[in-house]
């Protein structure tokens, strides 16, 4: 087997090291790497009798079972690009998906099908339907004309043929994610991109063949996918958890002995307001958070109550898949640092000129290497505004380089220690602009959850008659806590300058809006509010 380059020799270089060890875990089964690479393979011949293109998109539209993973690996095994689709999304969003890409292939199941009848439609590029599971009667099965309906087993039955010729830097797959406004934008991710993350992630994390990950986020958003090739790098297994429940992460923590659960911030927030079963930390070797900052009181939480149990705090974008981390050592020490680049990439801190920041000046976090992604699908206004050649002034291009090198410009602010650590200071279209201060919602945020008196929360800017934007604040109480408005207020009051002390504080006992990777929705929650005062804060609410 030659060394892993292209996304599913992952799972081949894995099933020939040692075919019989588990590789996947779903409702309560197993299956080894031998099992998984001999479906992988059968299920590429499938798509290739169905007549599948090279390069052309397979959407997955499934929650997390062995069928979705072997159809993710399949298609690229056969020269195709795979999408994996929320399983949480509705009719209309999965049609904006399947027509946004041209989807060629969908591979879903009979009741999913049935919910998506009077969209299909309007998906032209669509020829063929994969069901994983049988019909409960005839109708749930109908499709448009022009779509062929086929089992699982028909695609796994198929003879064995040549499949597509491709190469490190050609597409794999196409992750689509919310943007700030409008329609989800679909991020192209090529072979090199998930084989280097893959690589890079395990070498930080130091998984082993020992390890057992919990996969506890969606296999459609980027850090979720990356439970799976992250652990078939390493040869380790993955459990596939579809949990309705804060508490069903817990019970598969302890049943299956995982050694290692990545989550974003609003799981970790529920997560340690919870009592662990006794004897997971003995096994439980590391945890790690993205999607955003974790709260220093969660974060104090899960490591009083896991003191054995190593910490990664990292950040990343869909765009380049991973950016940084923060070793284990060093949370104690810098507890709201991203930490530094994560292995075979770089991170620069830039002005608008493109001229470095100095040690403590703001600028924008701009990544490069073998990381990025290869662009928007088929936006090349959005890409424009992202995906930028890396300015000479930078000082990482020696002027006799002639080709220009594509780098990712996130839209985050960031700055740089005197060590090289980072730090987040927030969204370019996010920060707050009060009374001439610049104010990051997260930093407001942060003194919020610091209080203890709430579970959940969002800042952001509305408009003031004065002030520019006054500073609003949408949370939700702690459970059993009777706290008030005005408690919230005073705690700020003493915690915050006066420019920064929210102007509106409201209480949601309904909880706060998620995006379908679970991150808690900034974007909603202000659209929400902004619906109902359009004429934003005129003076400070009572």
Known sequence: MPKAYLLHHLVLGAAERAAGT???????????????????????????????????RVAVYLEKRVETVVACFGACAAGGVFVPINPVLKAGQVAHILRDCAVQVLVTSAERLAGLRSALPQCTAL??????NEPRKAGDCAAPEQVAVHGWSELL???????????????????YTSGSTGLPKGVVLSHRNMVTGAKSVAQYLENEPDDTLLAALPLSFDAGFSQLTTAFHSGARVVLLNHLFPRDVLAALAAERVTGLTAVPPLWIQLAQLDWPPG????????????????????????????????????????????TYLPPEEVERRPDSIGKAIPNCEVLVLRDDGTPCAPGETGELVQRGPLVSLGYWNDPERTR????????????REAGLVLEEIAVFSGDLVRMDAEGYLYFVGRRDE??????????PTEVEEILYATGLIAECVAFGVPHDTLGQAICVVATPRPGSDVSVAALRAACQAAMPQYMVPKCIELSETGLPRNQNGKIDRTAVAGAWRARYPQGVARESA
């Open 22 to 56: 588990p590789a996947l875990t779903a409702a309560g089964s197993s299956m080894t790497y031998g099992e998984l690479g001999s479906s992988m393979r059968a299920f590429s011949w499938g798509l290739m009798a169905l007549g599948l293109g090279r390069s052309q």
């Open 127 to 132: 020829r063929h339907i994969v069901l994983v």
């Open 280 to 323: 997971i930390a003995d096994h439980l070797r590391y945890i790690a958070n993205t999607g955003g900052a974790m709260p220093r009181s969660t974060l104090q939480r899960l490591r009083a109550m896991l003191p054995g149990t190593k910490t990664y705090l990292m950040y990343g974008l869909t765009e380049a898949f991973r950016a």
């Open 385 to 396: 505004e992202r995906f930028k050649p890396l300015p000479p002034q930078s000082g990482c």
């Open 157 to 175: 039955d198929a003879a064995p043929g040549a499949v597509h010729n491709v190469v490190d830097g050609d597409m794999a797959a196409i992750l």
């Open 431 to 440: 920060m707050m602009k009060t009374s001439g201060y610049r104010v990051s």
